[in-house]
């Protein structure tokens, strides 16, 4: 065989193990670009979910803060009524 007729078919064959080696380097690249988009976003929902977690609680406790504090206003509503009531009472005799 004539070096003019190996040379290229070596330089081909240069070029097409440069190129498989390139892509699957690209290849691992983008997959461990995708690992750490989707820790990322795993990591984002957790918080996310900590969170609302955390709003239920609090929303629960303001909650039952709000039925105390109706509970406490009908109880003086009542003692405000019987003290008028009272006063009333008074003043007619």
Same mark, same amino acid.
């Given at each position: 065989? *004539? %070096?003019?007729? $190996?040379?290229? @078919?070596? $330089?081909?064959?240069?070029?097409? $193990?440069?190129?498989?080696?390139?892509?699957r380097r690209n290849?691992?690249?983008?997959?461990?670009? %995708?690992? @750490?988009q989707r820790a990322? +976003?795993?990591?984002? +929902?957790?918080? $996310?979910? *900590?969170? @609302? *977690?955390?709003?239920?609680? =609090?929303?629960?406790? +303001?909650? &039952?803060e709000l039925a =105390?504090?109706?509970? &406490? %206003? %009908?109880? +003086? =509503?009542?003692?405000? &009524?019987?003290?008028?009531?009272?006063? *009333?009472?008074? &003043?007619?005799?």
């Amino acid at each position: 065989m *004539d %070096v003019l007729t $190996i040379l290229p @078919i070596a $330089i081909s064959a240069c070029a097409l $193990i440069y190129a498989a080696l390139s892509f699957r380097r690209n290849a691992n690249h983008d997959t461990s670009d %995708v690992a @750490i988009q989707r820790a990322t +976003i795993t990591a984002d +929902i957790r918080y $996310i979910r *900590d969170s @609302i *977690d955390e709003i239920k609680l =609090e929303n629960k406790s +303001i909650q &039952k803060e709000l039925a =105390e504090l109706k509970t &406490k %206003v %009908v109880e +003086i =509503e009542a003692s405000t &009524k019987s003290a008028h009531k009272r006063l *009333d009472d008074l &003043k007619k005799g």
